[in-house]
T-cell receptor, first 109, second 115 residues
Framework: LAKTTQPISMDSYEGQEVNITCSHN???????ITWYQQFPSQGPRFIIQ???TKVTNEVASLFIPADRKSSTLSLPRVSLSDTAVYYC??????????FGAGTRLFVKA | GAVVSQHPSWVICKSGTSVKIECRSL??????MFWYRQFPKQSLMLMAT?????????EQGVEKDKFLINHASLTLSTLTVTSAHPEDSSFYIC???????????FGSGTQLSVL
């Protein structure tokens, strides 16, 4: 299983772009990279998923370099409501879903 | 998007009693469901993985006789905390996956408080 490493915390201001990088040096060929957001006392929710290169949806972008040993979640123009914990998960979609420590993003006014 | 319903949202029970938590995939069939527990300001810790019709696979250190998991159908998995004690107090979360390489859909979580 690929182990993930993320910054423990990040601070930002409203309206800024936030980039959170996740390292997964031991990623396997069949692994996907998925990012989740969690608010206090709630279950995580899906943000974005990718395998390689760049993926963009209505809330975020995911950048994955060619070696796939890292990935960067980009949140454009964050707001106070984006204050949450962000997890990157690397797995093949099989039996194991091991979460890393996550990144606590705090958005300030 | 797909919805996973988890009930109850919170439960308070006396020490020694058993508590059942339900996790339902409302609009898709979940081939695999996962159960986690989460302590304050910590990450999710995988407890077990269950597939419909088969026994759950427990993570190391998780007592299978204490945390009973039943995945009776493709839309329902239950976690029963037997003979609960105060140290079992935690936030329990389930998730479901429709197929391989699919994203996870999470329940809203259950806050268990054992007195």
């Amino acid at each position: 299983l690929a182990k993930t490493t993320q910054p423990i915390s990040m601070d930002s201001y409203e309206g800024q772009e936030v980039n959170i990088t996740c390292s997964h040096n031991n990623i396997a060929t069949n692994d996907y990279i998925t990012w989740y957001q969690q608010f206090p006392s709630q279950g995580p929710r899906f943000i974005i998923q990718g395998y390689k290169t760049k993926v963009t949806n209505e809330v975020a972008s995911l950048f994955i370099p060619a070696d796939r040993k890292s990935s960067t979640l980009s949140l454009p123009r964050v707001s106070l409501s984006d204050t949450a914990v962000y997890y990157c998960l690397v797995d093949t979609g099989g039996f194991k879903t091991i979460f890393g420590a996550g990144t606590r993003l705090f958005v300030k006014a | 998007g797909a919805v996973v319903s988890q009930h109850p949202s919170w439960v308070i029970c006396k020490s020694g009693t058993s508590v059942k938590i339900e996790c339902r995939s409302l609009d898709f069939q979940a081939t695999t469901m996962f159960w986690y527990r989460q302590f304050p300001k910590q990450s999710l810790m995988l407890m077990a993985t269950s597939n419909e019709g088969s026994k759950a696979t427990y993570e190391q250190g998780v007592e299978k006789d204490k945390f009973l998991i039943n995945h009776a159908s493709l839309t329902l998995s239950t976690l029963t905390v037997t003979s609960a004690h105060p140290e079992d107090s935690s936030f329990y979360i389930c998730s479901a996956r429709q197929g391989e390489a699919e994203k996870l859909f999470f329940g809203s979580g259950t806050q268990l408080s054992v007195l």
